[in-house]
């Protein structure tokens, strides 16, 4: 059984998400960016707002008039403003699209207007700029987010939603070598009509497969070994393993795309882990 803590994010058919939710450092650069951009949105609004104002008969002119539609600016930016780009957008304000952010619901899925809205009228009231003791409310929220497995703040327990990172950090692992006993064989296939799509559909499999687990292992390996075999001319020699038939033609297949002679670039892409350094070729593995 697996045991599903506060951090996991589990969708509505009760299939675990790997999601990394966005901490302080992160949600406060992006929050950083998104003020910069709502500053400049304020400063155009009131220019146009000012030359409007101006081209009106002074007659209709007067504080009133002026402290509303000051007002109505500043629910624009504050309020009009998060909810349209989050739900447009599904959760990327101009601030978390720099930083690689995004606002999702608790079970992973897309946000929609009414969780936008919740967010951005929760943080106008009470987070940022905060209406209600500021100072208080602030430290309240800082606290909420630090305390939170998720690093939700306020807004996000109202509507129900968490900042998850987007950009996940993607290891390229190693491929095991040419099989030697496959080598004369590799060098004269006929490799063509094995394109990149299905060479990299091999690659992830032969550099996963100590990952996965039987029947899944047994049955992919058999279908891509299956799919890999049509395609390729002469077949392997007889009784040749699947993994082995697979790696022979991934690293024949990825010494016939490097410059000739580039022992160096062949070493490292067989075994990135070696050196620290991992090389993509020309043409996907």
């Given at each position: ?75 624009i930016v504050l309020l009009a403003y998060p909810t349209l780009i989050e739900t447009v957008t599904n959760g990327r304000s ?132 299956g799919e890999v075999a049509a395609r390729v001319r002469p077949a392997p020699p007889a009784g040749t393993p699947p993994d082995a038939f697979l790696a022979a033609v ?36």
């Amino acid at each position: 059984m697996t045991v599903v803590g506060e951090r996991d994010v589990v969708n509505a058919e009760a299939v675990a998400l790997d999601v990394r939710p966005a901490r302080l450092g992160s949600r406060a650069l992006a929050l950083g960016v998104d003020i910069c951009v709502q500053a400049v949105l304020v400063l155009f609004l009131l220019a146009v707002t000012s030359i409007t104002l101006r081209a009106l008969p002074p007659s209709l002119v007067d504080d009133a008039l002026f402290d509303t539609t000051l007002r109505t600016v500043v629910v624009i930016v504050l309020l009009a403003y998060p909810t349209l780009i989050e739900t447009v957008t599904n959760g990327r304000s101009v601030g978390k699209l720099l930083v690689g952010l995004r606002v999702v619901r608790d079970d992973g899925g897309p946000i929609r207007l009414r969780h936008a809205f919740t967010r951005a009228l929760i943080g106008f009231a009470v987070e940022w700029p905060g209406l209600l003791l500021p100072l208080v409310t602030w430290m309240i929220s800082l606290g909420t987010m630090l305390g939170s497995a998720r690093g939700r703040r306020l807004g996000d327990l109202a509507a129900g939603t968490m900042v998850v990172h987007v950009r996940r950090p993607y290891p390229w692992l190693p491929v095991p070598p040419m099989p030697q006993h496959l080598a004369g064989w590799a060098a004269v296939a006929d490799l063509a009509a094995v394109d990149d799509r299905l060479a990299l559909s091999v690659r992830q499999y032969l550099s996963r497969a100590a990952l996965l687990r039987d029947p899944h292992r047994s049955r992919l390996r058999q279908d891509l070994a299956g799919e890999v075999a049509a395609r390729v001319r002469p077949a392997p020699p007889a009784g040749t393993p699947p993994d082995a038939f697979l790696a022979a033609v991934l690293a024949e297949r990825r010494r016939r795309s490097l410059p000739a002679g580039d022992a160096l670039a062949e070493r490292l892409m067989r075994d990135p882990g070696g050196t620290g350094i991992a090389l993509r070729s020309a043409a996907p593995d």
